[in-house]
């Protein structure tokens, strides 16, 4: 079953307003990435954390990773329209050896009403 | 840009049938994945590959799906017999693995759908 959680499933917001998705695992993640889809199409890559505590801004996006690298978070300031789409965080984790898994979480469907 | 090609775009066929997906990552990738996406489970991890050799297949349904490399410019998805509930967008990504993995880079995927 799923290992890596997102809250909220769905979020519906007016322009402007402030949007963030929370992502927490199971167990512990060697590094964590995010991801965004839009609607018909395919993940896109938009960051990778991988130190304890780290905060990323990108433009308007803030992610942050928990210190004990089991809970990550993306914050949008001010959505635009072109935020609309599906956030996906996924968590890398070592499963021994050679083994890592990325394994994605439930994502966040955000829908921006101009 | 170098992208990830999958091939067919969209795969209709009838219950029984077998079905084939190919997926070409990115030269110079070492690392393949198949993701299957729908609804109710979200992105779920079917099966991944590095340097070709399968490391782990556990969400796949062994009884019905399989996963090849070929070679380095082919991974394949093969389900036979295919069923209803086996309908779902699936996409295959690849990256960079050394220490940990570089950000993964989809194809456009292969809507299949099974009646």
């Known amino acids: 079953g799923q290992q890596v959680m997102q809250i909220p499933q769905y979020q519906h917001v007016q322009e402007g307003e402030d949007f963030t998705t929370y992502c927490n695992s199971s167990?512990?993640?060697?590094?964590i990435q995010w991801y965004k889809q839009r609607p018909g199409g395919h993940p896109v890559f938009l960051i990778q954390l991988v130190k304890s505590g780290e905060v990323k801004k990108q433009k308007r996006l803030t992610f942050q990773f928990g210190e004990a690298k089991k809970n990550s978070s993306l914050h949008i300031t001010a959505t635009q329209t072109t935020d609309v789409g599906t956030y996906f965080c996924a968590g890398l984790m070592n499963y021994g050896g050679a083994t890592n898994k990325l394994i994605f979480g439930t994502g966040t469907l955000l829908a921006v009403q101009p | 840009d170098a992208r990830v090609t999958q091939t067919p775009r969209h795969k209709v066929t009838e219950m029984g049938q077998e079905v084939t997906m190919r997926c070409q990552p990115i030269?110079?990738?070492?690392?393949v994945f198949w993701y299957r996406q729908t609804m109710m489970q979200g992105l779920e991890l079917l099966a991944y590959?590095?340097?070709?050799?399968?490391?782990?297949d556990s969400g796949m349904p062994k009884d019905r799906f399989s996963a090849e490399m070929p070679d380095a410019t082919l991974a394949t998805l093969k389900i036979q017999p295919s069923e209803p509930r086996d309908s779902a967008v699936y996409f295959c990504?690849?990256?960079?693995?050394?220490?940990?993995?570089?950000?993964?880079?989809f194809g456009n995927g292969t809507r299949l759908t099974v009646t």
């Open positions: 030269l110079g990738h070492n690392t």
């Open positions: 167990t512990t993640l060697s590094n």
């Open positions: 990504a690849s990256g960079l693995t050394n220490s940990g993995i570089s950000p993964l880079h």
């Open positions: 590959f590095r340097n070709r050799a399968p490391l782990d």
